[in-house]
């Protein structure tokens, strides 16, 4: 027996591919980008870095990072937070 | 109208003055996208989904539904059965608590149509200067719709509001990817919610709601912000007491006293901030980019709309010297007092050269456009007059 794909299924198709373009968002290499990727975009696509470029000072960036962990509850060890503000203010940020 | 003034070989229309004001990296990961059941909308961020419609989308008054913004804060966004669904009411400040389901609302509650605009707090936020975080968004984050629902009053009439209802408090079905990602609930005065004008809507411009705005009902606030139109709405609550979390204590707040604002939330105030309230005056020209070329000796016509809080527009002038001089354009159709109003300026003949053009929307209220932008952290309000130039060849 063929199984046709009901109505809810096509919908659930169409809802995962309209976040399927994010995988064409590239990131600036560099030692840290893997961790930053993995963090990061556990919650949302990663156009969100490059969308906030390059204007945030270091410490803009660690207040953004700071607020997905404290108000957003990002798991990211504290110990991996100057490793993802270094990389945000080198690539992403500014003076 | 005669479009004779516009030399039609330029096909260079285009926001870029726009584009060059956003943040580089805003421009470079920006891309036309198509949602399912929408045409092409200027993607900002894929996850959540952030879309904003391109500028010449504003050449309709009302925006059509596969045209229309999209903007939110969670990336788990369901899919809703409207069989399904069900809006739960009640709260401490309600004597009754009871469930609708779709047939009730759209049955038990009068139905009630408005046309409305719809913009994001953050609406113009890429064009902050200096620049702040968020999602930098062009002039697309907003949208006027006619909406069909029930009066927000009249469903919290039978909830039995007690006296000490404080704010009307409600929740969408989105979430967060993380269980400890706060939802988004947002609250409004219960003066405001028993305004005749606030709706629970299940009907965007004859339709139902496309998904990404909002089905199978959400929330319409006519002349207040975007952040306060709950889509996808699933519960109200009475409260007695302020709503706290991060959505109100900390987002979409405004310095106190630096705008010209008439609405109070009292019951969420600060001493340095309140909730962002209604929307400041604005207009936007929707005919003209910077470089885009007329004809020297011939009429040049501009077209935009305005908008503001739900005073009304009272006027827009057009001026073509910079500023030092203002002249009237002419309003279009008026479709009440909380919609888009267009406007169209008829420009005599111009001799070649560049021609810088400023538009102004004054409100009923008496407030209009600022010359100069009223800087805030978060970007809201961002109501400056634009400016574009263009070459008359």
Same mark, same amino acid.
């Given at each position: 027996?063929?199984?046709?794909?009901?109505?809810?299924?096509?919908?659930?198709?169409?809802?995962?591919?309209?976040?399927?373009?994010?995988?064409?968002?590239?990131?600036?290499?560099?030692?840290?980008?893997? *961790?930053? %990727?993995?963090?990061?975009? =556990?919650?949302?696509?990663?156009?969100?870095? $490059? #969308?906030?470029? &390059?204007? *945030?000072? %270091?410490?803009?960036?660690? =207040?953004?990072?700071?607020?997905?962990?404290? $108000? #957003?509850?990002? &798991?990211?060890?504290?110990?991996?937070?100057?490793?993802?503000?270094?990389?945000?203010?080198?690539?992403?940020?500014?003076? | 109208?005669?479009?004779?003034?516009?030399?039609?070989?330029?096909?260079?229309?285009?926001?870029?003055?726009?584009?060059?004001?956003?943040?580089?990296?805003?421009?470079?990961?920006?891309?036309?996208?198509?949602?399912?059941?929408?045409?092409?909308?200027?993607?900002?961020?894929?996850?959540?989904?952030?879309?904003?419609?391109?500028?010449?989308?504003?050449?309709?008054?009302?925006?059509?539904?596969?045209?229309?913004?999209?903007?939110?804060?969670?990336?788990?966004?369901?899919?809703?059965?409207?069989?399904?669904?069900?809006?739960?009411?009640?709260?401490?400040?309600?004597?009754?608590?009871?469930?609708?389901?779709?047939?009730?609302?759209?049955?038990?509650?009068?139905?009630?149509?408005?046309?409305?605009?719809?913009?994001?707090?953050?609406?113009?936020?890429?064009?902050?200067?200096?620049?702040?975080?968020?999602?930098?968004?062009?002039?697309?984050?907003?949208?006027?719709?006619?909406?069909?629902?029930?009066?927000?009053?009249?469903?919290?009439?039978?909830?039995?509001?007690?006296?000490?209802?404080?704010?009307?408090?409600?929740?969408?079905?989105?979430?967060?990817?993380?269980?400890?990602?706060?939802?988004?609930?947002?609250?409004?005065?219960?003066?405001?919610?028993?305004?005749?004008?606030?709706?629970?809507?299940?009907?965007?411009?004859?339709?139902?709601?496309?998904?990404?705005?909002?089905?199978?009902?959400?929330?319409?606030?006519?002349?207040?912000?975007?952040?306060?139109?709950?889509?996808?709405?699933?519960?109200?609550?009475?409260?007695?007491?302020?709503?706290?979390?991060?959505?109100?204590?900390?987002?979409?707040?405004?310095?106190?006293?630096?705008?010209?604002?008439?609405?109070?939330?009292?019951?969420?105030?600060?001493?340095?901030?309140?909730?962002?309230?209604?929307?400041?005056?604005?207009?936007?020209?929707?005919?003209?980019?910077?470089?885009?070329?007329?004809?020297?000796?011939?009429?040049?016509?501009?077209?935009?709309?305005?908008?503001?809080?739900?005073?009304?527009?009272?006027?827009?002038?057009?001026?073509?010297?910079?500023?030092?001089?203002?002249?009237?354009?002419?309003?279009?159709?008026?479709?009440?007092?909380?919609?888009?109003?267009?406007?169209?300026?008829?420009?005599?003949?111009?001799?070649?050269?560049?021609?810088?053009?400023?538009?102004?929307?004054?409100?009923?209220?008496?407030?209009?456009?600022?010359?100069?932008?009223?800087?805030?952290?978060?970007?809201?309000?961002?109501?400056?007059?634009?400016?574009?130039?263009?070459?008359?060849?």
């Amino acid at each position: 027996m063929t199984v046709r794909p009901g109505p809810l299924l096509l919908f659930s198709l169409l809802a995962a591919s309209a976040f399927a373009g994010e995988s064409s968002i590239k990131l600036a290499g560099g030692a840290q980008s893997a *961790l930053v %990727r993995s963090h990061c975009s =556990t919650c949302h696509s990663l156009d969100y870095i $490059v #969308m906030n470029s &390059p204007f *945030l000072t %270091r410490a803009a960036w660690e =207040t953004e990072v700071r607020k997905m962990m404290r $108000v #957003m509850g990002a &798991p990211i060890p504290d110990g991996d937070v100057a490793a993802i503000v270094d990389y945000l203010t080198e690539h992403y940020g500014t003076k | 109208m005669v479009a004779s003034g516009i030399v039609l070989a330029d096909a260079g229309f285009g926001p870029r003055r726009v584009r060059a004001a956003l943040p580089p990296g805003t421009v470079e990961s920006e891309a036309l996208d198509t949602l399912p059941g929408k045409l092409p909308l200027i993607k900002r961020s894929f996850r959540p989904p952030n879309y904003e419609s391109p500028v010449e989308t504003f050449q309709d008054v009302i925006t059509p539904n596969d045209r229309f913004f999209v903007r939110w804060h969670l990336s788990d966004i369901p899919r809703i059965d409207s069989g399904s669904w069900r809006l739960n009411v009640g709260g401490d400040a309600a004597a009754r608590s009871f469930e609708l389901d779709m047939d009730q609302l759209r049955r038990d509650y009068e139905p009630v149509e408005l046309v409305a605009v719809c913009q994001c707090a953050g609406n113009r936020r890429g064009l902050s200067d200096p620049h702040v975080p968020g999602v930098e968004w062009g002039t697309g984050a907003m949208g006027n719709a006619r909406r069909k629902g029930a009066r927000l009053k009249d469903i919290l009439a039978r909830a039995d509001l007690k006296k000490e209802a404080v704010e009307i408090a409600y929740n969408g079905a989105d979430r967060g990817s993380l269980e400890m990602t706060p939802a988004f609930v947002k609250s409004i005065p219960a003066w405001k919610a028993m305004d005749e004008n606030t709706l629970v809507a299940y009907e965007m411009n004859g339709a139902p709601l496309p998904h990404w705005n909002g089905f199978p009902a959400r929330i319409v606030v006519p002349g207040w912000a975007a952040t306060y139109w709950m889509k996808q709405v699933v519960s109200i609550r009475a409260l007695s007491q302020p709503l706290t979390g991060f959505w109100m204590n900390t987002a979409y707040r405004i310095p106190k006293g630096k705008f010209p604002i008439v609405d109070r939330f009292t019951s969420q105030e600060t001493e340095a901030t309140a909730p962002i309230t209604e929307i400041l005056v604005n207009s936007l020209m929707t005919n003209v980019a910077d470089g885009r070329r007329f004809a020297a000796g011939q009429p040049i016509e501009i077209k935009g709309i305005a908008w503001d809080g739900g005073f009304g527009i009272r006027g827009v002038e057009v001026s073509i010297d910079d500023g030092r001089t203002w002249q009237s354009a002419t309003l279009g159709e008026n479709q009440g007092r909380y919609s888009f109003r267009p406007w169209q300026f008829a420009c005599a003949p111009r001799p070649s050269g560049r021609m810088s053009v400023t538009a102004r929307a004054s409100s009923a209220q008496g407030t209009s456009q600022p010359s100069e932008l009223i800087f805030n952290a978060a970007g809201y309000h961002n109501n400056v007059v634009q400016k574009i130039v263009i070459d008359v060849v």
